[in-house]
């Protein structure tokens, strides 16, 4: 399995951005896809997350990100969006997407070491 990101960018505080992480190889019946980001010389931190089993999908949010953001799958299931609005100078950051095919629980999602694959980062930089 192959991620690969993109959507990033320079935006404004207040705007708005959308990232997209493309999945190839074996679509799965279960699966977590996840937004992480890191700023320079912090710790990569979780954003959001949508997990699926059958026809049941859930999302989670970091709480700072909840009710701006919002995650989802294509019709196709080979891409995950994030959809960025409200972007402040704190959301500046490298934004990574991660997969595994198990449909992870709450306690997990926000663990990096729960995911089996990595996209390459994709910058985003809120500046006025």
């Known amino acids: 399995v192959q991620l690969q990101a993109s959507g990033g960018g320079l935006v404004q505080p207040g705007g708005s951005l959308r990232l997209s992480c493309a999945t190839s190889g074996p679509t799965f019946g279960s699966g977590t896809v996840t937004w992480f980001r890191q700023a320079g010389g912090k710790e990569r931190e979780f954003v959001a997350g949508i997990r699926w089993s059958g026809g049941n999908t859930g999302t989670s949010y970091l709480e700072s990100v909840k009710g701006r953001f919002t995650t989802s799958r294509t019709s196709t299931k080979n891409t995950v969006s994030l959809q960025m609005n409200s972007l402040n100078t704190e959301d500046t950051a490298d934004h990574y997407c991660?997969?595994?095919?198990?449909?992870?629980?709450?306690?997990?999602?926000?663990?990096?070491?729960?995911?089996?694959?990595w996209g390459q980062g994709t910058l985003v930089t809120v500046s006025s």
């Open positions: 991660a997969a595994t095919p198990r449909r992870l629980i709450t306690s997990e999602i926000r663990n990096a070491h729960a995911y089996d694959y």
